[in-house]
């Protein structure tokens, strides 16, 4: 094993799956990250929640080297993003690209080898074969010659994870996977990275649904341009964390205490 | 028309000029494909409104007139605004489409400015820049057109060579950037190729309609498939005809002039394809609407003897076609619907205007009313 001065200097440093260390991202001078420090363990299913412009997809892409901060670090295993980049995959949200591109379902996924191939090189039958896999995984096998534009909203973003899944990552990103799918769609995703997270890849997903948190994740992390809290979902997730990352009135709160108490006075009746 | 044959095998301007317009076409359409793909349409008009000072600047410069050198000054001048552009982009709040309106208006605008300032010089009466407005294809040389020809040889190996690159910038840049491509550098790199293919044309188009050479062959192109090689090809092929198209019908014609005769031929490439293309053409589209609607009115029918039938214990049991005429919206096609669907098998006449279901259609229509939740 090589011998590095990282080691010495901060021996438990190599353990996080992803470090954050005093991130700070501006738009035009308004800042959209404020100073986060977050701590990624490996081998989580983690959820990034917070209201709108919190700086959810601003946060995952300063994680991927899209954005450059104006102060800060990200490191991956311990070493710096640049170092690192074929351990991540990317799942973009699903409006960013146009869905009319010329092109169909295998020639997407493909492109999630096209890091490993390099310069030049165009993908072969090994290749192809892995990308079938991924499709295989997503439910989409008999898609893969069907025109992208075709496709419903939740074919595009299976065809989209399917994509990430060839990149053979360690560390998976996702903006939004949810938005907007059918709920089948939507089993199939979260089957997914819990088969992911069995393989013990860290998942981190920007998530909107309050409702489904605790069922999905067992990793959590509350945002509003600054980091509320960041934990197990159980003591991270709150009443309080939610009320400071959403403001006063949150309606899930709401919903979720009338159920609680309806449970309570259930187990009193019996 | 072997008159025409042997003026392009034989006569020297027009076998120049139609090889001339022929590789530019090939080039703008090669490059064009991106251009539209990326939603950068206006790209290629900024970009060769630009090259207009450049021109000037060349000719400023050097006293010369020479073809190579003038280009050189328009390829640098167009690079320019390209990167003055992003730059704006990137740095300030003007968002792309200003970005380029501004710079393409404020460099056409000196341009013009220089040109003018040159046709007051005393000693260029003869300068004879104005040709690069509108372009002037019979003042293409043998020598131009070798050199336009290596240029788009060197594209065409560039596009070949950086396909798989080129394909995930114009797809989905950010994933690009995230599985390891320099997304930045490509586009420049792309860019820069297409400032390259706009400067090409500028001799025998000119500034001002190049950049139609840009957008319409893989606008036509697009209509026609979607596979993004095909539709390079196609559009390639499309530029190619208008150029020479273009070039013979002016060459036919006194006084008409080459550059905006080949922009009418691909306008006319665009106009039939955006007509006549299988499933994204108009007529495409207004045929399968009517046989949507048609096929509505099938179902509807069906579904009306259905939901009559229902009412009955023996199933196939004939109603007459002046109770399903009540029933149905558009009642002068109820007769029309009723002897096709027996032509389907699905209803069978009784007498003559008696009509019941089939067991076939008796199995269509239960399907149907399943599907659309006994909407009927």
């Given at each position: 094993m090589k011998f590095s001065y990282n080691d010495i200097d901060d021996?438990?440093?190599?353990?996080?799956?992803i470090k954050v260390e005093d991130l700070t991202l501006a738009y035009n001078e308004k800042?959209?990250?404020?100073d986060i420090d977050l701590e990624v363990p490996p081998g989580v299913l983690m959820a990034i929640v917070g209201p709108n412009g919190a700086g959810k997809t601003t946060l995952i892409k300063a994680m991927l080297g899209l954005l450059k901060p104006v102060a800060g670090s990200v490191s991956i295993f311990g070493k710096p993003y640049k170092a690192q980049r074929h351990m991540l995959a990317y799942v973009p949200q699903?409006?960013?690209?146009?869905?009319?591109?010329?092109?169909n379902v295998l020639d997407v996924v493909l492109m999630g080898r096209y890091g490993e191939l390099g310069w030049f090189k165009r993908p072969r039958t090994k290749d192809r074969e892995m990308a079938m896999e991924a499709l295989e995984k997503v439910g989409m096998t008999d898609f893969s010659?069907?025109?992208?534009?075709?496709?419903?909203g939740g074919q595009q973003q299976r065809v989209f994870l399917a994509r990430a899944l060839v990149?053979?990552?360690n560390i998976y990103l996702m903006d939004e996977?949810?938005?907007?799918?059918?709920a089948t769609t939507e089993r199939t995703i979260i089957d997914l990275l819990k088969s992911l997270r069995a393989e013990g890849k860290t998942v981190v997903v920007v998530h909107?649904?309050?409702?489904?948190v605790s069922d999905y994740f067992d990793w959590v992390m509350l945002l509003?341009?600054?980091?509320i809290a960041s934990g197990p979902v159980e003591e991270t997730f709150t009443d309080d964390n939610l009320r400071l990352a959403?403001?006063?009135?949150v309606a899930f709160l709401q919903a979720r205490n009338i159920q609680a108490q309806a449970g309570k006075s259930e187990k009193v009746r019996s | 028309m072997i008159e025409i044959l042997y003026n392009i095998l034989f006569d020297y301007t027009l076998r120049t000029v139609a090889l001339g317009a022929g590789v530019l076409g090939i080039v703008s359409g090669i490059l064009g494909s991106y251009a539209v793909l990326r939603k950068q349409s206006l790209l290629g008009d900024t970009i060769s409104h630009a090259a207009l000072p450049g021109i000037a600047l060349a000719f400023l410069f050097t006293?010369?007139?020479s073809v190579l050198l003038i280009l050189t000054g328009a390829a640098l001048a167009g690079w320019v605004a390209t990167l003055l552009m992003i730059s704006i982009i990137r740095t300030t709040r003007i968002k792309e489409d200003s970005a380029l309106g501004l710079v393409l208006s404020v460099f056409f605008g000196f341009g013009l400015v220089l040109l003018t300032y040159i046709q007051k010089l005393?000693?260029?009466?003869?300068?004879?820049?104005?040709?690069?407005?509108?372009?002037?294809?019979?003042?293409?040389l043998a020598e131009d057109v070798l050199v336009m020809a290596i240029l788009s040889l060197v594209i065409l190996a560039l596009v070949l060579l950086f396909w798989k690159e080129f394909k995930l910038l114009s797809f989905d840049e950010d994933f690009g950037a995230t599985v390891g491509f320099p997304m930045r550098s490509i586009d420049i790199l792309l860019t820069s190729l297409l400032v390259v293919a706009i400067v090409i044309g500028l001799q025998t188009?000119?500034?001002?309609?190049?950049s139609a050479m840009i957008v319409a062959p893989a606008a036509a192109a697009r209509q026609w498939t979607n596979r993004l090689g095909i539709m390079i090809a196609l559009s390639a092929l499309f530029g190619a005809i208008a150029g020479i198209g273009g070039a013979i019908i002016s060459s036919l014609?006194?006084?008409?002039?080459t550059g905006p005769t080949i922009v009418l031929c691909i306008s006319a490439i665009v106009l039939l394809s955006l007509f006549l293309?299988?499933?994204?053409g108009l007529v495409w589209q207004w045929i399968q609407q009517s046989r949507n609607r048609h096929n509505f009115h099938l179902d509807a029918v069906l579904l009306d003897l259905y939901a009559l039938a229902q009412?009955?214990?023996?199933?196939l049991h004939g109603h007459h076609a002046a109770v399903l005429k009540t029933m149905n919206?558009?009642?002068?096609a109820v007769n029309r619907c009723l002897r096709e669907l027996k032509t389907q098998g699905l209803?069978?006449?009784?007498?003559?205007d008696l009509w019941g279901l089939t067991e076939a259609g008796l199995q269509q229509a239960e399907s149907l009313a399943n599907t659309q939740g006994g909407a009927a």
């Amino acid at each position: 094993m090589k011998f590095s001065y990282n080691d010495i200097d901060d021996p438990g440093r190599r353990d996080w799956a992803i470090k954050v260390e005093d991130l700070t991202l501006a738009y035009n001078e308004k800042p959209a990250l404020w100073d986060i420090d977050l701590e990624v363990p490996p081998g989580v299913l983690m959820a990034i929640v917070g209201p709108n412009g919190a700086g959810k997809t601003t946060l995952i892409k300063a994680m991927l080297g899209l954005l450059k901060p104006v102060a800060g670090s990200v490191s991956i295993f311990g070493k710096p993003y640049k170092a690192q980049r074929h351990m991540l995959a990317y799942v973009p949200q699903r409006r960013s690209v146009d869905w009319d591109f010329p092109t169909n379902v295998l020639d997407v996924v493909l492109m999630g080898r096209y890091g490993e191939l390099g310069w030049f090189k165009r993908p072969r039958t090994k290749d192809r074969e892995m990308a079938m896999e991924a499709l295989e995984k997503v439910g989409m096998t008999d898609f893969s010659k069907r025109q992208i534009s075709e496709l419903s909203g939740g074919q595009q973003q299976r065809v989209f994870l399917a994509r990430a899944l060839v990149q053979n990552a360690n560390i998976y990103l996702m903006d939004e996977p949810f938005q907007g799918v059918d709920a089948t769609t939507e089993r199939t995703i979260i089957d997914l990275l819990k088969s992911l997270r069995a393989e013990g890849k860290t998942v981190v997903v920007v998530h909107h649904d309050l409702q489904t948190v605790s069922d999905y994740f067992d990793w959590v992390m509350l945002l509003n341009v600054r980091k509320i809290a960041s934990g197990p979902v159980e003591e991270t997730f709150t009443d309080d964390n939610l009320r400071l990352a959403y403001g006063g009135h949150v309606a899930f709160l709401q919903a979720r205490n009338i159920q609680a108490q309806a449970g309570k006075s259930e187990k009193v009746r019996s | 028309m072997i008159e025409i044959l042997y003026n392009i095998l034989f006569d020297y301007t027009l076998r120049t000029v139609a090889l001339g317009a022929g590789v530019l076409g090939i080039v703008s359409g090669i490059l064009g494909s991106y251009a539209v793909l990326r939603k950068q349409s206006l790209l290629g008009d900024t970009i060769s409104h630009a090259a207009l000072p450049g021109i000037a600047l060349a000719f400023l410069f050097t006293g010369s007139k020479s073809v190579l050198l003038i280009l050189t000054g328009a390829a640098l001048a167009g690079w320019v605004a390209t990167l003055l552009m992003i730059s704006i982009i990137r740095t300030t709040r003007i968002k792309e489409d200003s970005a380029l309106g501004l710079v393409l208006s404020v460099f056409f605008g000196f341009g013009l400015v220089l040109l003018t300032y040159i046709q007051k010089l005393p000693n260029a009466t003869q300068a004879g820049l104005e040709k690069f407005l509108f372009g002037q294809a019979a003042t293409l040389l043998a020598e131009d057109v070798l050199v336009m020809a290596i240029l788009s040889l060197v594209i065409l190996a560039l596009v070949l060579l950086f396909w798989k690159e080129f394909k995930l910038l114009s797809f989905d840049e950010d994933f690009g950037a995230t599985v390891g491509f320099p997304m930045r550098s490509i586009d420049i790199l792309l860019t820069s190729l297409l400032v390259v293919a706009i400067v090409i044309g500028l001799q025998t188009v000119g500034v001002v309609l190049m950049s139609a050479m840009i957008v319409a062959p893989a606008a036509a192109a697009r209509q026609w498939t979607n596979r993004l090689g095909i539709m390079i090809a196609l559009s390639a092929l499309f530029g190619a005809i208008a150029g020479i198209g273009g070039a013979i019908i002016s060459s036919l014609t006194s006084k008409l002039p080459t550059g905006p005769t080949i922009v009418l031929c691909i306008s006319a490439i665009v106009l039939l394809s955006l007509f006549l293309a299988p499933a994204r053409g108009l007529v495409w589209q207004w045929i399968q609407q009517s046989r949507n609607r048609h096929n509505f009115h099938l179902d509807a029918v069906l579904l009306d003897l259905y939901a009559l039938a229902q009412q009955h214990r023996d199933r196939l049991h004939g109603h007459h076609a002046a109770v399903l005429k009540t029933m149905n919206l558009k009642q002068s096609a109820v007769n029309r619907c009723l002897r096709e669907l027996k032509t389907q098998g699905l209803v069978r006449q009784i007498s003559r205007d008696l009509w019941g279901l089939t067991e076939a259609g008796l199995q269509q229509a239960e399907s149907l009313a399943n599907t659309q939740g006994g909407a009927a």
